[in-house]
């Protein structure tokens, strides 16, 4: 514990690292907020969950889908200047949609506004994870970086929901949508001004293979690994509310994400203060293979508090396995690629939760929470099959 303390008092000690991590916080706010907000501002302006969640994902996928454009252009021209377009295009797309009513904008406009607000998201979290890797070459306090930025992205996912859910209580749709447009306005001047980008470190004018990033394999093992991980994380945000709903407990749904939360968030913070002698090409898979144990366990519990137990658990193995799979991108990407390689990650990180909630959605209304805790449990079996491939590789 005496290691433990002094390891995370060294590292908030460096420069600058306590302002960084308060305002990666602030900034990657709207992670957390923007789904819920936009789409009950969307049904509120259609009278329809079909539109509104069809907007959301045109949000999304346009997201998805930039995501390594922009990546690109951090890596060859630094980030002043996407963080400059990024800061007032989106603004400008989400101000269209939060003002569709009084500017009488037909709903046939809204998808182009989604689309466009999406494709020019502010990469704020693709940007710190970046920066983590130019900050830090201490592979201990690269390592608690990432355990914390794992850790304040939890905390994005559980206090933006329920932020929302306050406005909600006392306002409108269109003021929850309000206050996210809000922070979202303020996420690119934010890292702009906060001395991050001093510590950027452009890569000479080497040559750049046109797949980028996906041109290492042992990269593709990585992103083909998180997006199995985050199907099952897409299968938990359905599984939970679905479990709950047939118990006849409505807000436990809720309640079991945040004691996930929870775990997860606890665990980051304790693997980014232990050194583990176990290289990360084989930390990966056990973390993997206990995951999938204890979602598979979820499949045959009925009891509500015996859930929750399981649900700590399981977060236990979350923020580790993503700090895993970030350092594993930092380790395995060249320079020249740095920012390009997360945005890769991120997008596979999208994509998963997105399917495992849609294929979720259609298990839990035909057979029940379990199916969706059972397929998830598969899932991160196959991500722990997929990883296999870089334990090799490093043994050899």
């Not at 182009?112 to 070459?137: E, K, Q």
């Not at 991050?196 to 000479?204: F, G, H, N, P």
Request: charged share 10%; aromatic share 10%; net charge positive.
């Amino acid at each position: 514990m005496q290691r433990f303390l002094k390891h995370y008092i060294a590292f908030f000690r460096v420069p600058g690292v306590t302002r960084l991590l308060a305002i990666a916080l602030v900034a990657r706010m709207p992670v957390g907020m923007m789904s819920l907000s936009m789409l009950m501002h969307m049904r509120d302006l259609s009278s329809s969950f079909a539109f509104a969640g069809g907007m959301v994902g045109t949000y999304l996928i346009a997201m998805a889908s930039t995501a390594p454009i922009q990546g690109r252009l951090v890596d060859r021209y630094g980030p002043r200047g996407v963080l400059a377009v990024t800061g007032i295009v989106h603004p400008a797309a989400l101000g269209f949609l939060l003002f569709a009513a009084p500017l009488h904008l037909p709903l046939t406009t809204m998808a182009p506004l989604a689309m466009l607000a999406g494709g020019f998201v502010t990469p704020i979290s693709v940007l710190t994870r970046t920066l983590w890797r130019h900050r830090f070459d201490d592979p201990g306090q690269r390592r608690t970086a990432f355990a914390l930025d794992t850790v304040l992205i939890e905390i994005n996912f559980t206090l933006g929901p329920a932020l929302i859910g306050l406005v909600l209580v006392v306002g409108t749709p269109a003021h929850a949508f309000a206050m996210t447009w809000l922070v979202a306005a303020s996420a690119a001047p934010l890292f702009a001004f906060s001395g991050a980008t001093r510590y950027w470190k452009r890569s000479a004018d080497e040559e750049r293979h046109l797949l980028g990033p996906l041109n290492n394999r042992r990269l593709l093992v990585v992103y083909a690994t998180s997006g199995a991980l985050t199907f099952a994380f897409g299968m938990l945000e359905v599984g939970y509310p679905g479990f709950a709903a047939r118990a006849g407990l409505i807000p436990f749904g809720g309640a079991l994400l945040a004691i996930c939360s929870i775990g997860s968030a606890t665990a980051g913070v304790a693997y980014g203060g232990i050194h583990f002698a176990l290289p990360l090409e084989r930390q990966l898979p056990r973390l993997l293979l206990g995951f999938a144990a204890l979602l598979g366990a979820h499949a045959l519990i009925d009891a509500p508090w015996l859930l929750a137990v399981l649900a700590f658990g399981a977060g236990l193995m979350i923020a580790p396995a993503l700090t895993v799979l970030s350092l594993l991108v930092t380790q395995h990407a060249p320079a020249r690629y740095a920012t390009e390689a997360f945005t890769w990650m991120s997008t596979c990180i999208v994509i998963g939760v997105g399917a495992g909630m849609a294929v979720g959605g259609q298990l839990v209304e035909a057979l029940g929470s379990w199916a969706a805790f059972a397929s998830g449990s598969a899932a991160v079996v196959l991500a722990a099959l997929l990883a296999s491939p870089l334990q090799r590789r490093r043994t050899a």
